[in-house]
């Protein structure tokens, strides 16, 4: 067979492939909702890269807030981005998975490359069980939305992915996720919450809400004589550096995340409601009425505070932080830790990268292998809007 014959032949197969694969996905996975998109014929164009962006908003309340909806997609649009928003009302995971995994792969153009979806209202979230020692026994991971060619294993058909399982490397993101929802509060009413979660996001985008370019790093006892802290933190020179352990409290915290910094990174003992600060042996709490009831000024945190972004217990801390005052996104976990060894994390920021992508880049840290902290590290999640920079 001469080499243009199988040329031929090879090009046909690719094709046939191609197409039952797209008609397998709109037969059993494409929402309803959702317009046909373009057979998968790969092209890609070099000087461009992923811009598409896809917005999934729970059916049952979208014409609540599908004027705020329009003006965020507008938002998007204005900053480069490709945007579709999608009606969705499926409740399993694996399909919300599988309509991502669609996205990433199949497109005409690189610039409809997936780059990253939100979240917003109640939407599908993974469990996944810890299967080292000290793990938690479940907790939500969405990792397993953003990880869309890797090997995930409910080996007891029981809802629960043993995180721990797969082989080395192979759970890391294809893209990043963030979610929006304010229903886990009780102390606000969801629509005016999200009503003025985007007219603060809308402020910022335009200019007429900003802070000084300046960070806080707060560090509680347990890890204030470690090194490094500071000089890995390279997303601002203008940092202001607590890890006195005379200093840290209740009081001295309230009074520092009520002060005019563009992000705090707070680290302290934590669970999904309260941080605790030793002082002296003793323990100073601050809750998520503290939270509420306080004005924050800040407008990102990442807080490596155990539990604090578990977005399914009522009342957490992450989503506390989220719908109070001036915040637009958080980062933390669903489980012990937070975004440890996170050097990558803010070289990424410092570089322009918006959030989510520096998010992203961050699970790809060596170090976390090093340290034997990819377990730790799979609560990680960030709420609020992950299209946003710090410059």
């Known amino acids: 067979m001469n080499k243009k014959a199988l040329a031929l032949i090879l090009i046909l197969l690719f094709g046939i492939a191609g197409v039952s694969g797209a008609i397998a996905y709109f037969l059993f996975f494409r929402a309803d909702s959702e317009p046909p998109s373009p057979l998968p014929f790969f092209f890609l164009t070099p000087s461009a890269s992923p811009s598409y962006v896809r917005i999934y908003v729970n059916s049952s309340m979208y014409s609540e807030i599908s004027s705020d909806i329009t003006e965020y997609e507008q938002d998007l649009e204005e900053q480069g981005y490709i945007v579709d928003i999608v009606k969705w009302a499926d409740s399993n995971v694996t399909n919300l998975k599988l309509n991502m995994t669609y996205y990433y792969f199949n497109y005409t153009d690189i610039r409809m490359q997936l780059f990253g979806a939100v979240l917003v209202g109640d939407m599908p979230f993974a469990y996944a069980r810890d299967t080292s020692q000290l793990g938690p026994p479940n907790y939500p991971i969405d990792l397993y939305l953003m990880d869309l060619n890797g090997h995930w294993h409910d080996v007891n058909f029981d ?198 992508e520096a998010y992203r880049l961050w699970f790809y840290n060596s170090e976390i292998d090093l340290y034997n902290k990819r377990n730790v590290v799979s609560g990680v999640v960030v709420l609020g809007d992950p299209f946003l920079t710090i410059y």
């Open 159 to 356: 809802g629960y992915y043993e995180y721990g399982m797969e082989f080395l490397g192979d759970n890391f993101p294809e893209i990043f996720i963030a979610r929006i929802n304010p229903n886990s509060l009780n102390n606000m009413n969801n629509r005016s919450a999200f009503q003025s979660y985007f007219q603060k996001n809308r402020a910022y985008r335009n200019g007429t809400l900003n802070r000084p370019h300046s960070a806080l790093l707060y560090i509680d006892d347990q890890w204030a004589d470690l090194p490094g802290w500071n000089t890995d933190f390279t997303a601002y020179s203008n940092l202001t550096y607590v890890n006195d352990k005379l200093t840290t409290c209740r009081a001295d915290y309230l009074n520092e995340y009520t002060s005019s910094y563009e992000w705090i990174h707070l680290l302290a003992h934590s669970n999904s409601t309260a941080h605790f600060f030793n002082v002296s042996g003793l323990w100073e709490n601050v809750f998520n009425d503290d939270v509420f009831n306080n004005h924050t000024e800040a407008l990102f945190y990442n807080l490596y505070c155990c539990d604090a972004c578990n977005y399914t217990y009522p009342n957490n801390l992450g989503t506390q932080y989220l719908f109070s005052s001036n915040t637009l996104t958080v980062i933390g976990s669903t489980r012990e830790g937070g975004l440890d060894l996170y050097k990558p994390f803010y070289n990424a920021l410092r570089d322009g990268k918006v959030i989510g």
